[in-house]
């Protein structure tokens, strides 16, 4: 079992940026199809991004295609969310998800392990 823990979200302005991280608690992090996810109030959880286990792949909701990045350090057991160009719908709780050995996946099913989230606000 791998325990995760978001941080970095806050309040910024739009236009801004953010950058989250999410750590891991296992040293096999390297084995793991890495997820972010977000969900707004009243709304279902929406898939944002995720990285492939090995590193050689991403992929990326149309919603946030060129604004977001999503990274990892294996060396840090991180894997990050680079938010830029924020816009006030990007308001939501952020939260990442991990699955060992799995596909890139926009499903929350893909995931089998989750953090706690992490509140981001963009301000208009």
């Known amino acids: 079992q791998v325990q995760l823990v978001e941080s970095g979200g806050g309040l910024v302005q739009a236009g801004g940026s953010l950058r989250l991280s999410c750590a891991a608690s296992?040293?096999?992090?390297?084995?793991?199809?890495m997820g972010w996810f977000r969900q707004a109030p009243g709304k279902e959880r929406e898939f944002i991004a995720a990285i492939h286990w090995s590193g050689d792949s991403t992929l990326y909701a149309d919603s946030v295609k060129g604004r977001f990045t999503i990274s990892r350090d294996n060396a840090k057991n991180t894997v990050y969310l680079q938010m830029n160009s924020l816009k006030p719908e990007d308001t939501a709780v952020y939260y990442c998800a991990g699955n060992r050995y799995s596909g890139t996946s926009s499903s929350p099913l893909g995931y089998n392990y989750w953090g706690q989230g992490t509140q981001v606000t963009v301000s208009s």
């Open positions: 296992r040293r096999t992090f390297s084995t793991y199809t």
